[in-house]
């Protein structure tokens, strides 16, 4: 009997705010990529990161609420089973490799194991390697304080060492540095404005380790403590000037506690949908989006912070807007702790 073929599975990782949602854009406009199914695992209340990216075949598949490698791990090992049964009765078009974006504060050894223990998905798929952002600038930072960051870099195949050209070529040494105390010989690529292709990729998994990360039995998430996050409405157009003002000194506020802070908003004058991206450090950055993809759904922020209530910062940014008169009837909805 001939051996069955199995549908090859791309796990992209990386701390909060290395650039990954940047470089899965890129990726699915490219021909090696074609047809291929998308999985995004979010860590809060609203997803965004799906409406990001644009598949070149099918519309993302998004599990929000919760981390792939804890509470939403079942529902990964689910998704990849319910998408084989639908690919094999042709309720979904035939999808040639699965792409797998965790959230910023996931440990892949968790991942790993539970997809490698489901009967049908290791069956029917194989893990083709497990690919780790690191931030330039910030990334040695991260390594140091964040379980989950050096998690990320050790379960890697390959490294992709992003924003360079927002880093100083002291900052680029300093991050290769930690990147080889930690996983020396690792393959490693250099990312300025997420220019990596997809073939560049691809060839990178195929030249490093042969295997992925050994399954480990009863392998348990590592996970920086005290970590919540919450989502804060955003609605009608806002003044970018008095946006951005506002979540600078939000940023000098509460500096290392917010650890991210991302959405989609509708910036004046005409409304049109832009990304949102914030942390200490890294500074406010707008993009305008295709309104096809950014367009629908609830606009707003979802932030995520350490040892502080998410829903706390969210508030203060209402207030921060409120105050400039950028904001009314806003209110922060629910947090999420982990």
Not at 112 to 136: C, F, I, K, M
Not at 165 to 194: N, Q, W
Not at 204 to 228: I, K, M
Not at 253 to 262: H, N, T, V
């Amino acid at each position: 009997m001939a051996m069955r073929s199995r549908v090859p599975i791309v796990i992209l990782t990386g701390f909060l705010g290395s650039g990954k949602t940047s470089l899965l854009a890129q990726w699915l406009k490219a021909p090696e990529f074609a047809g291929a199914m998308v999985i995004i695992n979010e860590l809060g209340e609203a997803g965004i990161d799906d409406r990001l990216v644009e598949s070149s075949s099918e519309t993302p598949v998004l599990l929000d609420n919760g981390c792939a490698c804890c509470a939403a791990g079942e529902d990964l090992s689910a998704t990849l089973e319910r998408l084989f049964w639908d690919r094999l009765r042709r309720n979904i078009p035939a999808f040639s490799r699965v792409l797998i974006e965790t959230t910023g504060i996931a440990d892949p050894a968790p991942i790993l194991e539970r997809l490698a223990r489901h009967g049908l998905v290791s069956e029917r798929y194989l893990v083709e390697g497990v690919v780790t952002v690191v931030d330039a600038r910030l990334g040695p930072g991260q390594i140091e304080r964040h379980p989950e960051c050096r998690a990320q870099i050790e379960a890697a195949q390959a490294v992709i060492l992003s924003k360079t050209d927002l880093a100083s070529e002291g900052e680029i040494a300093r991050a290769r540095e930690a990147l080889a105390a930690l996983k020396p010989g690792v393959k490693t690529l250099t990312s300025s404005r997420a220019n990596i292709s997809a073939a560049d990729l691809l060839a990178a998994l195929a030249e490093g380790e042969a295997q992925c990360a050994a399954v480990h039995s009863g392998a348990r998430a590592v996970h920086t403590p005290g970590v919540t996050s919450a989502f804060t409405a955003l609605p009608g157009a806002l003044d970018a000037a008095a946006l951005e003002a506002a979540l600078a000194g939000i940023m000098r506020e509460y500096g290392p506690a917010l650890l991210r802070l991302k959405g989609i908003v509708r910036l004046a004058p005409g409304g049109e949908p832009h990304s949102v991206q914030a942390m200490p450090g890294a500074g406010v950055e707008f993009q305008r989006l295709n309104p096809r993809r950014g367009g629908a759904g609830t606009t707003g922020l979802t932030i995520i912070a350490q040892d502080i209530e998410a829903r706390e910062i969210g508030a203060a940014v209402l207030s921060a807007l409120t105050a400039a008169g950028g904001a009314r009837d806003m209110q922060p909805r629910a947090a999420h702790a982990r």
